[in-house]
């Protein structure tokens, strides 16, 4: 009898460790390695060998144009970042659309181009309050939820990274508030412009990416092997234009070189 009963409690020694092993592999096979998603702004490293491309295009939310740059962007899977304006975003579906800016990262991302588009276009007056052009941007920041701490001036072509500012408005008290809150002021190398008053780019895709070569060819541009274009959300807003985009970025595809960036992995914004 005593055998007998070391028998059964030998067998259900093992069979209990053969439930332990069974469900430590149950375990093992559901455990989901949780990849946590990028912050925006965390540095990059550079290849000297490639040609970084920032996309920003100015003044979301404006329907359709904004859905149909997305759009292109996604399909061509090329980064871009949104300079977003707050008084645009007026009713639910532009209020979408912000949102799906800022939770789309790392593929787009959304920085500040003021709340009132530098007092509704009135620049010269909004440039001259630096306290109330100043408030603008937080406005904007708090009223979009704005993750990152880089703008653009609306109408204005400067720069500013911890204490190094040039451009048009360097000397501007607006700016040197900006700089010294830590915030980072990105202007453009070259602007994919409005044709006159039509809601359209001026240059073909064709003549566009050639001024793109020839900038890097020469190399004009702020940062060595890199540079940002400007353009507008606006001008994309019909499919020929939109089809324009699209075969824009496929020509600049086209030479390995070249990689697309959120405007946060700039190089003068990476630097401490």
Not at 237 to 243: I, L, N
Request: hydrophobic share 35%; net charge positive; with cysteine.
């Amino acid at each position: 009898m005593r055998n007998i009963y070391l028998s059964v409690s030998a067998a259900a020694l093992v069979l209990m460790a053969a439930c332990n092993n069974t469900k430590q592999k149950t375990v093992n096979a559901d455990s989901v390695k949780v990849i946590a998603k990028p912050v925006p702004g965390t540095p990059i490293k550079y290849d000297s060998s490639k040609r970084y491309i920032f996309l920003t295009w100015d003044d979301s939310p404006q329907p359709p144009g904004t859905v149909n740059c997305k759009q292109v962007f996604r399909q061509e899977n090329v980064k871009a970042t949104f300079f977003s304006v707050g008084f645009n975003m007026v009713g639910p579906f532009k209020k979408r659309i912000i949102d799906s800016l800022r939770n789309d990262y790392p593929q787009f991302l959304m920085a500040n181009h003021s709340f009132s588009h530098g007092f509704n276009d009135k620049y010269a007056k909004f440039y001259s309050i630096p306290d109330s052009a100043y408030k603008d941007f937080m406005r904007n920041e708090k009223e979009l939820n704005i993750q990152v701490k880089i703008i653009r001036l609306p109408g204005n072509n400067t720069w500013a990274s911890n204490g190094v500012i040039h451009g048009q408005k360097a000397e501007n008290p607006l700016i040197k508030r900006l700089d010294s809150n830590g915030y980072k002021i990105v202007g453009w190398d070259i602007e994919w412009a409005q044709n006159g008053k039509q809601k359209a780019p001026k240059e073909s895709a064709t003549e566009m990416a050639k001024r793109i070569n020839q900038r890097f060819d020469d190399g004009n541009t702020v940062e060595q092997n890199a540079i940002v274009i400007l353009s507008h959300d606006r001008l994309f807003e019909k499919k020929q234009f939109a089809d324009s985009l699209a075969r824009f970025i496929e020509i600049l595809k086209q030479d390995p070189r070249n990689v697309f960036e959120t405007i946060d992995n700039y190089p003068m914004l990476q630097r401490k």
